[in-house]
C-alpha cells in the first residue's frame, strides 16, 4: 500500500509539474485529465486495500467529474482561445524553480505532520501538498482567466489526494459537497469568462490593470 | 398620521421619565434576556444613575415632540429615524452588559447620523453628516476596545461584575481602560479637542432633533464619564479627576470663545453646548478628586452640582435650540447679521428665549446661576486638600469657570440683542411670524422648567444628592436647609433663590411706587432716536454682530487668529464717498489647523504607501494569498 500510494503520489507530481512547463492549452488540459485520473487510481488503490468501500464510488464520481465532465466544460471555455505561441522570453524556468521551492516548502510544512502520524501512506502526504501549492501557484503565475481556473483545480485536485492520504476519505456529504462546490465554480467560470471575452475580446490578466481607480 | 410618530415619542417620552423617576428612588430592576443577542444576552438595569439619565431624556423628549408636531413633519424616513433615536437614547442608560450597551449606543448615534443627513442635497449637511459618522464611530472602536479589555480581564461582558472585579485589577489595566473609555465619551459629550463633529452636525439637524442631540444626547457622554470614573473602575488614582477637571476647564473656555464670534444662530448654540460640558465636567472632576481623596461630602456636592448643571443644561439648552428653530422656521436663516426686530413679529419665542438666554448666562434666580453656583462652591472646597498641585488645578478650573460665566454673558447679550431686537436687518425678517401653536407650547414649558429649577433647588437637590450618594457608595445628605434657602458643605455657604426673585420683584416695583412718591413727571415722550445727524434711520445703521464680537477677537487675537477681508467701492466721482464696504474678519480654528489637518495629511501619506500594494495585478493578489498562506503554515 505504502508503494502504490507513493508511486501514484508521484507520478501525480510529476504531471503536475508538467502541466507547469507546457504552455498550450489543450495539452494542460490532457494533462490535467491524466492527474485527475492518477488520483482517482489512488482513491480506489487505497479504497481496496484498505477496505473503504466509500472511498470506490468516491473514485468513480472523481472520474466522472473531473476526468470528462469538467474538462469538457474547460475545452468548450478555452475553444474560442487561438493555441497561444510561447512568448519570447517567457519560459517557465523560474516557475518551475518555484515549483522546487515548493516542494521544498511542503515537505518542511508537513514534517510535524508526518513524524505524527502512523499511516502507511504517510510518505506521500508531502507530495500531495505539493500539489496543491503548485496549484496555487499555477494561479499565481497564470497568464489569463483559464490559467487560474486550471490552476484553482490542480490545486483542489492536490486537497483532496491529501484528505485520501491522510484520513482515507471525508464523510459522504464533505465530499459531495466538495464536488458539487467545484462544478458550480467551474460553470460559473465559464460564463464569465465567455461574457469577458465577448465584452473585451480578451481574458488575458493583466489588462485588468486598466480596471484600477 | 403624519405627526403618529412625534405623538408616540412623546408618549415614550412621558414613560421615560416616570421610569426614571421611580429609578431614581432607588429601586433596582434587571430585565435579562440572554438568548436574543450573542455575548451575555440582552440584559437591562434600572439603577438611581440610570433612572436620572432616563428621566433626563424623556424630560427633554416629551417637549421636542410637540415641538416638532408643530414644524414641518419631514419625510417618514426622518420620522422613523427620530423614533428609533428617542428610543435608543432611552435604552442607554439602561443597558447592563458590553452587548446591550453596544447596539443602543450604535442605534442612537446611526439614528442621529440620518437626522444629522436630513437635507441630502445641501454640501454642509453632507460634510456633517461625514464628520459627524466618523467622530462617533473613532469613539465607538475606542469605547468597544476598552469594554472587550475590561471584560477580558476581569471575566466578563457585564457592569454589575466590573464592580466587584475591576478595583482588584492592575494600575496599567485600569489607566488603560481608563483613557480608552474616556476617550470614547468624552468624544460623545463634546469635549475639547474631540468637539469637531458638534458644531457642523448640530445646526444641520432639524431644530427638535437638535434640541434632544444637545440636550441629551451628548450628556450621555457625560453618563459614561461618571461611570467610568467614579462607577465601574473604582476610585482612581488622582490623574483622573485632573484629566477630567483640565478637559472641562478647556471645554468650558474655549466652547465660550468660540460660540462669541460665531454668528450662525444655531451653531453659536452648540458652541454653548461644549461651553456647558465644561462646566459639567468641572463638577464631575472635583468629585472625582474629592472621592478618591477620601473627602465624602465634598465628593457628593461636587456630583451633584454636576447632575444639576446637567438637568439645566438639557432645559435650557433645548429651550434656545427650540427657539432658534422657531426663527429659522420663520425667516429661513439662520445667520444672525440677517435677523433683527424679531420680538415684534414674534413675542413669544423672543420671551422664551430671553428667559433660556438668562439662564445659560447664569443670572440670578434662574437655574443656570444655582448650578455654576454649586460648581463654585464644590470647586472652593479644594481647601480640605493639602496637595499644592491639586489646588492649582481647582484654581485653575474657578478662573476658567468665572471668565467663561462672563464670555457667556457677553455672547447671549449678542445673540437676544442682535437676533430679537432693533431693526429687521432682512426682508425674511421684517415678514417674519410667530410659530405655531405646538411649538409655542414646547417652549412655554421648557421655559417654565428652567424657572422651577431655579426657584427651587431645596426640592431638587435631595433627589440629586441621593443619586449621586447611590454613585458614590455613600449616605444621602440629610439636610440642604430649609424651603427658603439652600445650605450646602455644612454652612459654608447658603443661597435663597426665592429671596433673591422677591427682592427683584420688588425693585421692579420701585419705579412704580417711588415715582407717585416724590410726583415725578410721567408723561411719555416719544422721540426719535438721535442718528448722527442723518435723516432716515436703517438697519444699516445698526450694530452688527461682527461689530460686537470684534473686540474679543482682538482681545483674544492668539487664539482666534482671524484673517482680515476689506472690500470698499468707492463711488466713482469722488474716493471720498464710498458705495458699499465689506468687512469681515474670519477666525481660523487651531484644532483643525494644528491636530487634525496634520492627522489628516499623516493619514493620506500612509494610505498612499499602503496604496502601493494595491496594484491592480490580478497575480499579485493571488500571490500575498500563497505567501500569507506560506508564512502561516511555516511559522504555526
Given amino acids: 500500500m505504502t508503494t502504490a500510494s507513493n508511486l501514484l503520489a508521484f507520478l501525480g507530481l510529476v504531471v503536475t509539474l508538467l502541466i507547469v512547463w507546457r504552455q498550450s492549452w489543450p495539452a494542460r488540459l490532457r494533462l490535467f485529465v491524466a492527474q485527475s485520473l492518477l488520483l482517482a487510481a489512488l482513491a480506489g488503490t487505497i479504497g481496496v486495500l484498505a477496505h473503504r468501500r466509500g472511498l470506490l464510488l468516491v473514485a468513480a464520481v472523481f ?47 508537513m514534517l510535524p505532520v508526518t513524524s505524527a502520524v502512523e499511516l502507511p501512506t504517510e510518505g506521500a502526504i508531502p507530495l500531495a501538498f505539493a500539489m496543491a501549492l503548485i496549484g496555487l501557484l499555477l494561479c499565481v503565475t497564470g497568464r489569463d482567466a483559464l490559467g487560474h481556473i486550471l490552476g484553482f483545480l490542480v490545486f483542489e485536485n492536490g486537497i483532496f489526494g491529501l484528505a485520501i492520504l491522510a484520513t482515507y476519505g471525508l464523510p459522504g456529504i464533505v465530499e459531495a459537497g466538495v464536488f458539487l462546490d467545484v462544478l458550480v465554480i467551474v460553470l460559473i467560470m465559464e460564463a464569465v469568462v465567455v461574457e469577458v471575452r465577448r465584452e473585451h475580446d480578451s481574458i488575458d490578466v493583466d489588462r485588468l490593470r486598466e480596471l484600477r481607480g | 398620521m403624519d405627526r403618529l410618530a412625534y405623538g408616540l415619542a412623546a408618549l415614550i417620552g412621558i414613560a421615560a421619565t416616570a421610569f426614571g423617576s421611580y429609578g431614581m428612588s432607588g429601586d433596582v430592576g434587571t430585565l435579562r434576556v440572554a438568548w436574543l443577542v450573542p455575548l451575555g444576552g440582552l440584559e437591562l438595569t434600572l439603577d438611581p444613575l440610570g433612572g436620572f439619565f432616563l428621566a433626563l431624556i424623556g424630560f427633554a423628549a416629551v417637549p421636542a415632540s410637540i415641538y416638532a408636531m408643530g414644524s414641518s413633519p419631514g419625510e417618514r424616513r426622518d420620522r422613523f429615524a427620530y423614533l428609533v433615536f428617542v428610543l435608543s437614547m432611552c435604552l442607554v442608560p439602561l443597558a447592563a452588559n458590553t452587548m446591550t450597551f453596544a447596539i443602543t449606543w450604535e442605534l442612537m448615534s446611526l439614528a442621529s447620523y440620518f437626522l444629522v443627513l436630513h437635507d441630502r442635497e445641501s454640501k454642509p449637511s453632507i460634510y456633517a453628516g461625514w464628520v459627524y459618522a466618523v467622530m462617533t464611530h473613532a469613539g465607538l472602536a475606542c469605547l468597544l476596545a476598552g469594554m472587550l479589555l475590561l471584560g477580558a480581564w476581569t471575566g466578563s461582558p457585564r457592569f454589575e461584575d466590573w464592580r466587584a472585579a475591576a478595583p482588584a485589577l492592575s494600575g496599567t489595566a485600569r489607566n488603560a481602560v481608563f483613557v480608552l473609555l474616556g476617550l470614547g465619551f468624552a468624544g460623545k459629550a463634546g469635549v475639547i479637542p474631540l468637539h469637531v463633529w458638534l458644531p457642523l452636525a448640530h445646526p444641520a439637524a432639524p431644530s427638535h432633533v437638535s434640541a434632544l442631540m444637545s440636550g441629551v444626547m451628548i450628556k450621555l457622554g ?87 448643571h446637567t438637568v439645566n443644561h438639557a432645559a435650557f439648552k433645548a429651550l434656545l435650540f427650540l427657539g432658534a428653530g422657531a426663527v429659522v422656521h420663520a425667516t429661513g436663516t439662520r445667520n444672525m447679521e440677517e435677523l433683527g426686530g424679531l420680538i415684534k413679529r414674534m413675542p413669544w419665542t423672543a420671551a422664551c428665549f430671553l428667559v433660556g438666554s438668562a439662564a445659560i448666562a447664569a443670572l440670578p434666580p434662574l437655574n443656570g446661576f444655582v448650578s455654576e453656583w454649586l460648581t463654585f462652591v464644590a470647586l472652593f472646597q479644594n481647601t480640605h486638600l493639602a496637595a499644592v498641585g491639586l489646588n492649582i488645578v481647582f484654581i485653575l478650573g474657578i478662573a476658567s469657570l468665572a471668565l467663561t460665566g462672563g464670555l457667556a454673558m457677553a455672547c447671549f447679550v449678542k445673540a437676544f440683542g442682535i437676533t430679537f431686537l432693533a431693526l429687521p436687518r432682512s426682508d425674511a425678517a421684517a415678514r417674519a411670524n410667530e410659530a405655531p401653536v405646538p411649538m409655542r407650547l414646547a417652549m412655554l414649558t421648557l421655559a417654565a422648567s428652567c424657572v422651577a429649577l431655579g426657584l427651587g433647588p431645596t426640592l431638587v437637590i435631595p433627589v440629586l444628592g441621593a443619586v449621586a450618594a447611590s454613585v458614590l457608595g455613600q449616605a444621602p445628605p440629610a439636610t440642604v436647609g430649609d424651603w427658603l434657602t439652600l445650605r450646602v458643605s455644612g454652612g459654608y455657604a447658603s443661597l435663597s433663590t426665592l429671596a433673591i426673585a422677591i427682592a427683584l420683584g420688588a425693585a421692579l416695583l420701585v419705579p412704580f411706587v417711588a415715582l407717585p412718591l416724590v410726583r415725578a413727571a410721567r408723561r411719555t415722550r416719544a422721540y426719535e432716536t438721535w442718528g448722527c445727524g442723518r435723516i432716515i434711520q436703517t438697519s444699516r445703521m445698526e450694530y452688527t454682530a461682527t461689530a460686537f464680537a470684534n473686540p474679543f477677537k482682538r482681545v483674544f487675537d492668539f487664539f482666534y487668529r482671524p484673517t482680515k477681508h476689506l472690500d470698499i467701492e468707492f463711488h466713482p466721482e469722488s474716493r471720498f464717498f464710498v458705495e458699499r464696504i465689506e468687512y469681515e474678519n474670519p477666525a481660523r480654528s487651531i484644532f483643525h489647523d494644528w491636530l487634525y489637518r496634520p492627522a489628516l495629511d499623516l493619514l493620506r501619506v500612509g494610505a498612499r504607501a499602503a496604496g502601493a500594494l494595491q496594484s491592480g495585478s490580478a497575480n499579485l493578489y493571488l500571490a500575498y494569498i500563497l505567501a500569507a498562506l506560506l508564512l502561516m503554515l511555516v511559522l504555526a
Avoid: M, Q
Fill in chain 2, 222 to 308: 457625560v453618563y459614561g464619564l461618571l461611570r467610568v470614573s467614579l462607577d465601574w473602575l473604582g476610585a482612581g488614582p488622582a490623574w483622573w479627576g485632573v484629566a477630567i477637571l483640565v478637559a472641562g476647564a478647556a471645554s468650558s473656555l474655549i466652547g465660550v470663545l468660540y460660540a462669541l464670534v460665531d454668528h450662525d444662530l444655531k451653531r453659536l448654540l452648540a458652541f454653548h453646548s461644549i461651553e456647558n460640558i465644561g462646566i459639567i465636567l468641572l463638577g464631575v472632576g472635583s468629585a472625582v478628586l474629592y472621592h478618591g481623596a477620601g473627602l465624602p461630602a465634598a465628593a457628593l456636592l461636587g456630583l451633584a452640582a454636576a447632575l444639576y
Fill in chain 1, 63 to 109: 472520474v466522472v467529474v473531473k476526468g470528462w465532465v469538467i474538462p469538457r466544460v474547460l475545452a468548450r471555455i478555452g475553444s474560442g482561445e487561438p493555441v497561444r505561441p510561447v512568448a519570447p522570453g517567457r519560459s517557465s524556468g523560474l516557475v518551475l524553480l518555484g515549483t522546487g521551492g515548493l516542494v521544498v516548502a511542503a515537505y518542511v510544512i
